[in-house]
């Protein structure tokens, strides 16, 4: 193994606070969209592509009507995240700071442009990632989006990190080894390793 590739969401951070306040402030200001979301109706959207987040959760809406309404979500949510972050894992750049001597680090995240952005400007993790993709960039699957990072960077071995199955589809996609993070937000029946903690990745790695 010469790298680890990590989701982000129910990975190495909970932003759903930050997430929400943000959401249900474009939310009291819309028309069209009456009721606040909750913290449950947010984590059963992680790791979904924002389209999909969109007909979930705002089937009221019509699609152009929804894609205004998510832009407009969006810009609000990657602002407050730079401003306020989100909850990081217990030790996460610390795990991140002993990884890094001995493999290449990276993100794909199904999360829309400046948001893995926001994660680097409030927490200062950037210096720990070499590189970093999402369908925001690229209109891409998650899946496709892994096989763009090997790639790009000419990885040999990598392994990707996730909490959901849509992760372990996309590394299944990519054709490369599966790290099941339990303690995240979704389930997986389907993994190579798991860790019920983020920390327990070095006992692996």
């Known amino acids: 193994m010469d790298s680890i590739i990590f989701d982000l969401d129910g990975t190495l951070w909970d932003s ?3 997430v929400l306040k943000a959401w249900n402030g474009v939310i009291r200001r819309h028309d069209k969209v009456k009721n606040e979301l909750t913290s449950q109706q947010l984590k059963e959207t992680m790791g979904l592509q924002m389209d999909e987040i969109g007909r979930k959760l705002f089937p009221q809406l019509n699609d152009e009507e929804r894609e205004a309404f998510l832009s407009a979500c969006s810009e609000v949510e990657t602002q407050h995240l730079s401003e306020k972050g989100g909850i990081l894992y217990n030790r996460v750049e610390e795990v991140l700071i ?26 200062r993790l950037e210096k720990h990632f070499i590189d970093y993709e999402n369908p925001g960039r690229t209109g891409l699957s998650k ?60 006992e692996i790695f």
């Open 16 to 18: 759903r606070e930050t």
């Open 98 to 123: 002993s990884l890094a001597k001995k493999y290449r680090l990276f993100i794909v995240s199904n999360c829309q442009h400046g948001y893995i952005e926001a994660f680097y400007e409030y927490h």
């Open 143 to 202: 899946g496709e989006n892994i096989k763009l990072i090997i790639e790009r960077n000419n990885l040999k071995q990598p392994v990707y990190v996730g909490d959901t199955e849509g992760d372990q589809k996309a590394a299944q996609s990519a054709g490369i080894p599966f790290v099941y993070a339990r303690y995240g937000f979704g389930e997986a029946k389907v993994y190579d390793y798991s860790v019920d903690s983020f920390e327990e990745l070095m």
